[in-house]
């Protein structure tokens, strides 16, 4: 390798294309597995579902739910664009049709995470639709309110896979579709078969579509208003699992689950150890009147909801199986679980067994080559796109330090001569500034759950704790400031020296004190305002949530951050919080963090066009930012950029004099410690006593999982960049247009109108 090479590859910017390239190959890899060695042919599209439905029943005598509901409006569904990854397996096509499964995500995620199950499916033989639910990736409708995307998503998926002349149908027009989703996606099930039931009642077709019907990680709860509704139309007081008739239907429970299958009442908290085939509503939905065994079918008789008392091994037509399956981990672990995976395909392999069979269709084995659902080989997939992910990240650095070293990118940085040398902390001082560290940590994971379930009672009293020290802060810094301003005067009318040293802290005082004023407004009006609602505006409840926490973090280390910047370490300057540039270098910081932020999302925005894959692991994604994300996302902005600013200070204060990879675990730690605090408290009771201590934070202890990697990312970001610029606005402007595009690509936007 000659000179010009090794610079090269010594450089930040050549570091950073060799891990583009290594993303590419590990792209690719993911592409291999996702197609089962291109055995399956992976296509994604867009329907217009108003033009679907337009076509499909223009000259039907009776209109489906869809466009003609029974005792209310048509609910808004105008403008609907459903966003989809189809699997075909190879040989499957009109003449050869195959049955078919649609597969929907829960909130706040995408098709992606459907992505393991679907490629299992599509390998074993079965069409499988991957698809966004409205209001969510891709998919997009004129929103008629929040929550109301999952009513219709699933059934449109269904009715347009009917459409296919390559899924499978009976003579007599029974579909052989199957549904499944998880959380949210499963009341979209749920709710999907009860549509076509409804629809068969109506005549709009002779034969149900649906054939089986498998809710992950979802009850009934917000389902059976809408079935009950609509059931006495017809006279019928039905709950759910009435619809299911002769169909295959069930649930996937996890073990703790944070949300769902309480209904009993008899729970301690949302998030408790929970046995769904023990509780009323679920053994119930079994056809039984007492507890039953998870894991196993039973035979039902739709007629009286009752349970077979001998199980008959040739089913009659008339008798529908259902089944409730327990498995381990918590709700959003049921994505990413072998286990619940392995019950996903053996459900589908033995419902539609049971239907193709009495819908007088061949055999199953005829559509369906690889029964066994131990087999799997998703998790390779994952493994590709989690080394993906890490290597793009990397790419994300290696670009900004890279980019700071050319000519005119340069500009960003500070002459790192101007910034004094960081004198060494007294053993007091020392001894200090360790255990503020130790308490704002604490204090920061105590104040998660206090803003991310703002409303719950249990977290009035922690409300009130924080509110009362923000007015000690406040307070006793007005009362030092005024004492050091005070003492100031006295020397100077007395021609003492040592009164223009007093000044600094003074206004340091003063400054703190108005740091604790703006996080104590936030605390008790400021989370309450546009942040926590949802309107044409903010139009994306999560991120909401997780911005107000994220202010709140920051102004609390920021306060921190300042007591030792002005009280411990008084010999520091204002360099030492990262804060000295030029105008100019705040304008190129700015630009090259656009830069950097703009190839970056060229880059995934080729790779999923050219491979169909992302690059995720477990819950959290790189993907591409969609019209609707990135105009929410600039309206999101600049709560996130006050928090990576405050951020950015805390770390320059509490690395300053150090280097190397030890600073980078000391600002990671910074980051990263609170919220693992949490999750560790929170899951540990949970596992050890069955019920979480903070029951509240279902939705938002899960955000907070996938929090981590963006705080690990901003850490080492943040951190470096300092080292290489000698200021934190490189890393700031990064770390907030990179992670607020990301997240804002990754969650629900409602498009209300």
């Known amino acids: 390798m000659n000179e010009k090479a090794k610079r090269f590859f010594k450089n930040p910017l050549g570091i950073g294309a060799c891990c583009l390239i290594g993303a590419l190959l590990t792209s690719f890899g993911a592409q291999l597995v996702n197609t089962s060695g291109y055995s399956v042919k992976v296509t994604s599209g867009v329907a217009d579902m108003d033009s679907f439905y337009a076509k499909t029943y223009e000259s039907a005598a009776v209109k489906p739910f869809r466009l003609s509901t029974v005792g209310e409006k048509k609910d808004g569904m105008v403008n609907a664009k459903l966003a989809y990854d189809l699997y075909i397996p190879k040989g499957v096509d009109a003449n050869h049709p195959a049955p078919a499964v649609a597969l929907t995500h829960g909130y706040l995620n995408s098709k992606e995470f459907e992505s393991g199950v679907a490629l299992e499916l599509a390998r074993r033989g079965y069409v499988v639709m991957a698809y966004d639910q409205y209001d969510h990736g891709d998919?997009?409708?004129?929103?008629?309110?929040?929550?109301?995307?999952?009513?219709?998503?699933?059934?449109?998926?269904?009715?347009?896979?009917?459409?296919?002349?390559?899924?499978?149908?009976?003579?007599?027009?029974?579909?052989?579709?199957?549904?499944?989703?998880?959380?949210?996606?499963?009341?979209?099930?749920?709710?999907?078969?009860?549509?076509?039931?409804?629809?068969?009642?109506?005549?709009?077709?002779?034969?149900?579509?649906?054939?089986?019907?498998?809710?992950?990680?979802?009850?009934?709860?917000?389902?059976?208003?809408?079935?009950?509704a609509y059931a006495s139309a017809f006279g019928k007081d039905w709950v759910t699992y009435n619809t299911y008739n002769s169909r295959t239907c069930g649930a996937l429970q996890g073990e703790y689950d944070e949300f769902f299958f309480d209904n009993s009442g008899k729970s301690k908290g949302t998030v408790i150890e929970k046995d769904y085939a023990s509780d009323k509503v679920g053994y119930s939905m079994l056809g039984l009147t007492k507890a039953g065994e998870p894991n196993k079918f039973y035979q039902v008789d739709p007629e009286t909801n009752t349970a077979l008392v001998e199980e008959?091994?040739?089913?009659?037509?008339?008798?529908?199986?259902?089944?409730?399956?327990?498995?381990?981990?918590?709700?959003?672990?049921?994505?990413?679980?072998?286990?619940?995976?392995?019950?996903?395909?053996?459900?589908?392999?033995?419902?539609?067994?049971?239907?193709?069979?009495?819908?007088?269709?061949?055999?199953?084995?005829?559509?369906?080559?690889?029964?066994?659902?131990?087999?799997?080989?998703?998790?390779?997939?994952?493994?590709?796109?989690?080394?993906?992910?890490?290597?793009?990240?990397?790419?994300?650095?290696?670009?900004?330090?890279?980019?700071?070293?050319?000519?005119?990118?340069?500009?960003?940085?500070?002459?790192?001569?101007?910034?004094?040398?960081?004198?060494?902390?007294?053993?007091?001082?020392?001894?200090?500034?360790?255990?503020?560290?130790?308490?704002?940590?604490?204090?920061?994971?105590?104040?998660?759950?206090?803003?991310?379930?703002?409303?719950?009672?249990?977290?009035?009293?922690?409300?009130?704790?924080?509110?009362?020290?923000?007015?000690?802060?406040?307070?006793?810094?007005?009362?030092?400031?005024?004492?050091?301003?005070?003492?100031?005067?006295?020397?100077?009318?007395?021609?003492?020296?040592?009164?223009?040293?007093?000044?600094?802290?003074?206004?340091?005082?003063?400054?703190?004190?108005?740091?604790?004023?703006?996080?104590?407004?936030?605390i008790n009006d400021g989370q309450n305002y546009v942040l926590n609602s949802t309107n044409r505006w903010f139009n994306a409840p999560s991120i909401g949530t997780i911005a107000t926490w994220a202010m709140a973090s920051g102004l609390l280390a920021l306060i921190f951050a300042l007591i030792s910047h002005f009280f411990l370490n008084p010999n520091r300057t204002a360099a030492h919080l990262g804060l000295k540039a030029s105008w100019k270098s705040v304008g190129v910081s700015l630009l090259n963090a656009i830069v950097v932020s703009g190839v970056i999302c060229a880059f995934v925005w080729m790779v999923q066009g050219i491979f169909n894959v992302d690059f995720r692991v477990y819950t959290y994604a790189i993907k591409t930012v969609n019209g609707p994300a990135f105009v929410s996302a600039l309206r999101y902005l600049p709560f996130f950029f006050l928090f990576y600013f405050c951020a950015g200070i805390s770390i320059a204060v509490a690395t300053a004099g150090k280097k190397g990879w030890k600073a980078d675990l000391l600002a990671v730690a910074i980051e990263v410690v609170p919220s693992a605090l949490f999750l560790l408290y929170q899951y540990g009771i949970l596992i050890a006593t069955g019920t979480a201590p903070f029951v509240n934070c279902d939705l938002n202890g899960i955000l907070v999982q996938g929090l981590i990697f963006t705080l690990i990312g901003l850490a080492v970001y943040q951190r470096r960049s300092l080292e290489k610029s000698g200021n934190i606005w490189g890393g700031v402007f990064l770390n907030s247009i990179f992670f607020t595009f990301l997240t804002l690509a990754n969650t629900t936007i409602y498009n209300l109108k």
């Open 139 to 228: 998919s997009t409708w004129d929103t008629p309110s929040q929550f109301n995307f999952y009513v219709w998503s699933a059934y449109d998926a269904m009715e347009f896979l009917y459409g296919q002349d390559y899924v499978l149908k009976a003579a007599d027009g029974t579909g052989m579709i199957g549904l499944s989703g998880h959380s949210m996606g499963g009341f979209s099930s749920e709710i999907a078969v009860a549509w076509d039931e409804f629809n068969t009642m109506m005549g709009v077709y002779s034969k149900p579509k649906v054939t089986a019907m498998l809710a992950q990680g979802a009850d009934f709860r917000y389902v059976d208003g809408y079935v009950k």
């Open 312 to 522: 008959q091994t040739d089913l009659a037509a008339k008798y529908g199986e259902r089944i409730i399956y327990k498995v381990a981990g918590d709700h959003p672990y049921n994505t990413w679980s072998p286990q619940a995976t392995s019950c996903i395909i053996d459900f589908f392999n033995h419902g539609f067994e049971h239907q193709t069979k009495q819908a007088g269709l061949n055999d199953l084995s005829t559509y369906v080559t690889i029964k066994d659902g131990s087999k799997q080989v998703w998790w390779l997939k994952e493994v590709f796109t989690c080394i993906g992910m890490l290597a793009v990240m990397a790419a994300v650095l290696c670009g900004l330090l890279g980019l700071t070293s050319l000519p005119f990118f340069r500009l960003a940085n500070t002459d790192l001569a101007l910034i004094p040398e960081v004198e060494a902390p007294s053993k007091p001082q020392k001894a200090i500034g360790i255990g503020m560290t130790v308490f704002s940590l604490l204090l920061s994971a105590f104040m998660i759950p206090a803003f991310l379930s703002p409303g719950s009672s249990s977290n009035a009293a922690n409300i009130s704790m924080m509110t009362t020290m923000m007015d000690v802060v406040m307070y006793g810094g007005i009362g030092i400031a005024l004492i050091l301003a005070i003492v100031a005067i006295v020397f100077k009318a007395g021609k003492k020296e040592g009164g223009k040293d007093l000044i600094c802290p003074a206004g340091g005082a003063m400054l703190i004190s108005f740091v604790a004023l703006a996080l104590r407004w936030l």
